[in-house]
Structure formats: C-alpha cells, structure tokens
C-alpha cells in the first residue's frame, strides 16, 4: 500500500513540474488522469486486506483520511 501511494505521490508532483504552457498543461493532465486509474486500481487492491481487518470506526476515519488526501476516488471503494 505505501508503494502505491507513493507512486501516486511522485506522478503528481512530477505534473505539477510541467512547464506552464496551455498545451503543456492539458498534455500533462490527460496523462495524469490515465496514470491516476492504474494507480489508483493498485492502490485499492493494495488496501483491500488492510481495510477488511478494521472495524467500523476505523474504517470511517480511513475513508476520511482518504477524502482529505485528494482520493476519494478510492474512499468510495471502501464505503
């Protein structure tokens, strides 16, 4: 789990570098959003064992935890 969200980490620090032309940018964010599925599918099934083994409160706060990162693309797999 720490790899994947580490990788998730390093690709968006590393589109947040691109050069602040227009093209740059949405060159940049079509790739970011194809890397994010695949990053965020790893992610998910990286999490999976560890989400099951908590209990509902904890659960929660991992949900919210996740939200206030930017992924709540992934919080919505665990709900």
Do not use: C, N, Y
């Amino acid at each position: 789990m720490e790899a994947a969200l580490r990788e998730i980490a390093r690709r968006k620090a590393s589109a947040e570098e691109v050069g602040a032309g227009f093209m740059s940018r949405i060159g940049a964010r079509a790739s970011e959003l194809a890397l994010s599925a695949s990053s965020i599918k790893r992610l998910v099934s990286a999490a999976q064992p560890l989400i099951k083994t908590l209990d509902d409160g904890q659960r929660r706060d991992a949900i919210h935890l996740a939200r206030a990162m930017g992924l709540g693309s992934v919080a919505q797999h665990f709900e």
